[in-house]
């Protein structure tokens, strides 16, 4: 058990919906970072924020944004999903900005029919 | 980022040691090399890292060639449960903070 909690575990959708996912960092992490995995694409770091700043963007997409609130959850929100959306979504944390070990939730599971 | 290169896949027995290999032909002096796991069903997981000098934790060695162009992550004892995908990712230390996943060593443990 990493410490890193997610949820939901699994999402099923429709295509043009919204959905949200939460993830609750570690006891004390700061930072908290969102990859993608799909089977065409590999994991893709998506965000980062640290202490409730947007720290460094990855290869995110328009429709999806993400925010850290003041008592350092992180949600990620992904609109008008398209198929190619499904995918499993990793949180991810440590505790400063720089270099430090990453800390991986289990997963949102999201299936886009 | 510097690019790594690894075997799509490797086997190896119950018990016995495996070395997985990393090639980074392209490494920087301030990449450190960092390996990362993910199994089943899970997200990934830290293994081990290192700049110069091998290292040793109670996961796994690290052993760096002399020229850094190369690296290998050593399991002593495999068992069931380190069978995963071993990701071999180069990290500047005054570069992003973000973790990038090539494709990783699909390892297989046999009973």
């Known amino acids: 058990d990493s410490g890193v909690t997610q949820t939901p575990k699994h999402l099923i959708t429709a295509t043009g919906q919204r959905v949200t996912l939460r993830c609750s960092p570690r006891?004390?992490?700061?930072?908290v970072y969102w990859y993608q995995q799909s089977l065409d694409q590999g994991l893709q770091f998506l965000i980062q924020y640290y202490n409730g700043e947007e720290r460094a963007k990855g290869n995110i997409l328009e429709r999806f944004s993400a925010q850290q609130f003041p008592d350092l959850h992180s949600e990620l929100n992904l609109s008008s999903l398209e198929l190619g959306d499904s995918a499993l979504y990793f949180c991810a944390s440590s505790d400063g900005p720089h270099q430090e070990t990453q800390y991986f939730g289990p997963g949102t599971r999201l299936l886009v029919l | 980022d510097a690019k790594t290169t690894q075997p799509n896949s490797m086997e190896s027995n119950e018990e016995e040691p495996v070395h997985l290999p990393c090639n980074h032909s392209?490494?920087?002096?301030?990449?450190?090399i960092h390996w990362y796991r993910q199994l089943p069903s899970q997200g990934p997981e830290y293994v081990i890292h290192g700049l110069t000098s091998n290292v040793n934790n109670r996961m796994a060695s690290l052993a760096i060639a002399e020229d850094r162009k190369s690296s290998t992550l050593i399991l002593h004892r495999a068992t069931l449960r380190d069978a995963a995908v071993y990701y071999c990712?180069?990290?500047?230390?005054?570069?992003?903070?973000?973790?990038?996943f090539g494709q990783g060593t699909r390892l297989t443990i046999n009973p």
């Open positions: 392209t490494i920087s002096g301030t990449d450190y």
């Open positions: 990712i180069l990290r500047d230390v005054a570069g992003a903070q973000k973790l990038v």
């Open positions: 006891s004390g992490d700061l930072s």
